[in-house]
């Protein structure tokens, strides 16, 4: 979406060093590619990908500085929040905004790849917070029609429950 772009134009004129690595399962692929993720939507995350690419890229390029690297994900992504719960030396910033989660998905979503109580060898992120030592920020608009804001307020909860520390803006709308 040309949307996501301008999000990382207005990084990049910070000065952040911007890098956009789709997902195993992003569309306009071949089958196999998007079966990667069929039945578990943040198994598109892929992180060990992006991971890897990042390292890749960090040797071609020297002023990336591989122990001050964020993640950020929006509109139903739930990369920054897997990424930074599952892979804490690696990321340590993350911002996500407007949290999905297929187990509520229902009340908003008709289609969806997944049962709400899907394969339950994948944890959801409240039962990763225990790992989370970096800095997160969680977002969300509370008339989001396609991400309910109940997939944020159960991983406030648990993060809360964990003591762990976070910020979070909830707007409006």
Same mark, same amino acid.
């Given at each position: 979406?040309?949307?996501? &772009?301008? &999000? @990382?134009?207005?990084?990049?004129?910070?000065?952040?060093?911007?890098?956009?690595?789709?997902? !195993?399962?992003? %569309?306009?692929?071949?089958?196999?590619?998007?079966?990667?993720?069929?039945?578990?939507?943040?198994?598109?995350?892929?992180?060990?990908? +992006?991971?890897?690419?990042?390292?890749?890229?960090?040797?071609?390029?020297?002023? $990336?500085?591989?122990? +001050?690297?964020?993640?950020?994900?929006?509109?139903?992504?739930?990369? %920054?929040? &897997?990424?930074?719960?599952?892979?804490?030396?690696?990321?340590?910033?993350?911002?996500?905004? @407007?949290?999905?989660?297929?187990?509520? $998905?229902? @009340?908003?979503?008709?289609?969806?790849?997944?049962?709400?109580?899907?394969?339950?060898? !994948?944890? !959801?992120?409240?039962?990763?917070?225990?790992?989370?030592?970096?800095?997160?920020?969680?977002?969300?608009?509370?008339?989001?029609? $396609?991400? !309910?804001?109940?997939?944020?307020? +159960?991983?406030?909860?648990?993060?809360?429950?964990?003591?762990?520390?976070?910020?979070?803006?909830?707007?409006?709308?």
């Amino acid at each position: 979406s040309n949307w996501y &772009y301008l &999000y @990382a134009a207005a990084l990049a004129e910070l000065g952040f060093i911007v890098v956009t690595i789709d997902g !195993h399962g992003t %569309a306009y692929r071949n089958k196999t590619f998007v079966d990667a993720s069929y039945g578990w939507i943040p198994s598109s995350n892929d992180a060990q990908d +992006r991971i890897s690419g990042i390292r890749q890229l960090s040797k071609r390029d020297h002023d $990336m500085d591989l122990d +001050r690297v964020g993640i950020f994900g929006t509109d139903g992504a739930v990369g %920054a929040v &897997y990424g930074m719960l599952e892979h804490p030396d690696f990321y340590k910033v993350g911002i996500s905004h @407007a949290l999905q989660d297929s187990r509520i $998905m229902t @009340a908003t979503w008709g289609e969806q790849y997944e049962e709400p109580e899907s394969d339950h060898s !994948h944890p !959801h992120p409240e039962k990763l917070v225990g790992k989370l030592r970096g800095k997160l920020l969680l977002t969300h608009g509370l008339q989001d029609r $396609m991400d !309910h804001s109940a997939a944020t307020w +159960r991983l406030i909860d648990a993060l809360e429950k964990a003591n762990k520390d976070f910020d979070m803006l909830i707007l409006p709308n």
